[in-house]
C-alpha cells in the first residue's frame, strides 16, 4: 500500500479516515485556506509523484465549496506529477441535474463531470449516482457502486415477517426490486409526480401493501418531503407501519423533525456517505469505508471491480419476479 496516498477534503473527513483504516493507511495532510477575496487554496502536504492518489469528498452542503475544493486538489495532484487521480466522491450531488424537462435548463451533472476531468481526474468512484444515465456524463472511467448489501444486511438481521419493500417512485423500482431480492420480500412502488425540489404528490401505491410493514428504500433523503408524503399514501392503504432506507441522508431543512417524530416510522437507516446530522441519536448509520477501501484497493492492482457494482453476496439473490413482471 506504499504508492497509495488518500487526501480528505473538508467535506466528510471521517468517511477519509475509516476508509484508511480499512486500508492500513494514514489520512495524508492537507491544507484548505481560504483568503479575504473568498477564494479558496488546495495544497497537497505529501508526496504524489508517481503515486496513485486518491481524494475523498462527498458534494455535500455547502457543495459548492465542496466542489471547488474537490477541483483544487485535483489540479494540485496533477501539478504534483501524481501518476493517476482518482476523484472519490461517495455522493455525486449533481446527478439530480441530470435531464432538459424546461427550456434553457443546464446540466449540471454533465457539466460537473466535465470540470473534474479538465481539472486532471483520471478516474472517478461514486456510489448511487441518482440517475444511471450519469454515468455516461463522464469522459474518464466511472466505478459506480451501490449500498444495498450493506442495508440488507442491516434489515437481514430483524423481523421481516408482513414486510414488503417500497419504492417512493417507479424510476427507483430497479433498485427496490433487486433489494426485495436480497431480503426474500415482495416489492411496491409509489406513482410520484414532483412539483418542485420539495413539493411531491403520490397519487396511488402499485403494489398491495395492506397490513404490511414497508422498507421504503431510497437513493437520496433532502427535505424528507417524497417519504412523508409517502407514508401518509401507505397510511391510507392499509400498511401498518414503515421503516425508511436510504443511501445518501442528507436530511436538510426541517427534514430530522418530520422524519424523527413520524407515527408511521419505526425506524430510519442510513450510510455514511455524507456526514450525519446532529441531534438524532435515533439514526442508524451503516458504514460504506469498507467498499470504498476494497475498490481503492482493486483499482491499485489493475484488478476488476465490477463484483463490488452489485456490492451483495450474490448467494443471497434468490430469482424474484421484478415489479413491472408483477404488472403484466
Not at 55 to 74: A, F, G, W
Not at 96 to 101: E, F, G, L, Q
Not at 179 to 206: E, H, Y
Amino acid at each position: 500500500m506504499r504508492e497509495i496516498v488518500v487526501f480528505s477534503g473538508s467535506a466528510h473527513r471521517g468517511l477519509a479516515e475509516r476508509i484508511c483504516d480499512e486500508l492500513g493507511i494514514e489520512v495524508s495532510p492537507a491544507s484548505i485556506t481560504r483568503f479575504s477575496n473568498d477564494c479558496l487554496q488546495a495544497q497537497l502536504l505529501a508526496n504524489c509523484r508517481q503515486r496513485d492518489v486518491y481524494i475523498v469528498q462527498p458534494l455535500v452542503p455547502p457543495t459548492q465549496d465542496s466542489l471547488m475544493e474537490l477541483l483544487l486538489m485535483i489540479d494540485a495532484a496533477r501539478g504534483a506529477s501524481a501518476a493517476q487521480i482518482t476523484a472519490v466522491i461517495p455522493h455525486y450531488a449533481y446527478a439530480r441535474s441530470d435531464k432538459k424537462d424546461a427550456s434553457r435548463l443546464s446540466l449540471g451533472g454533465r457539466l460537473v463531470a466535465d470540470l473534474l476531468s479538465t481539472a486532471g481526474a483520471h478516474r472517478v468512484l461514486t456510489m448511487t449516482l441518482h440517475a444511471p444515465q450519469v454515468h455516461g456524463f463522464f469522459s474518464v472511467p466511472v466505478d459506480h457502486l451501490t449500498a444495498l448489501g450493506v442495508l440488507a444486511d442491516h434489515f437481514r438481521g430483524t423481523d421481516l415477517t408482513d414486510s414488503i419493500v417500497v419504492s417512493p417512485d417507479l424510476g427507483n423500482a430497479k433498485d427496490a426490486t433487486q433489494f426485495s431480492r436480497l431480503l426474500g420480500l415482495p416489492v411496491a412502488a409509489g406513482s410520484k409526480r414532483r412539483l418542485a425540489d420539495d413539493r411531491v404528490v403520490i397519487d396511488s401505491i402499485v403494489g398491495d401493501v395492506t397490513g404490511k410493514r414497508a422498507i421504503i428504500l431510497d437513493d437520496e433523503i433532502a427535505t424528507g418531503g417524497s417519504i412523508v408524503e409517502l407514508l401518509d399514501k401507505l397510511a391510507e392503504t392499509g400498511c401498518t407501519e414503515a421503516a425508511v432506507a436510504c443511501t445518501h441522508g442528507l436530511f436538510a431543512g426541517n427534514a430530522v423533525a418530520r422524519l424523527r417524530g413520524h407515527p408511521m416510522i419505526s425506524q430510519v437507516v442510513t450510510t455514511d456517505t455524507v456526514p450525519a446530522p446532529q441531534g438524532w441519536p435515533e439514526l442508524q448509520v451503516r458504514s460504506v469505508a469498507g467498499l470504498f477501501a476494497e475498490a481503492i484497493q482493486r483499482i491499485h492492482a489493475g484488478e476488476s471491480v465490477s463484483s463490488l457494482f452489485d456490492g451483495v453476496d450474490p448467494t443471497y439473490a434468490p430469482p424474484q419476479r421484478s415489479l413491472f413482471d408483477a404488472l403484466r
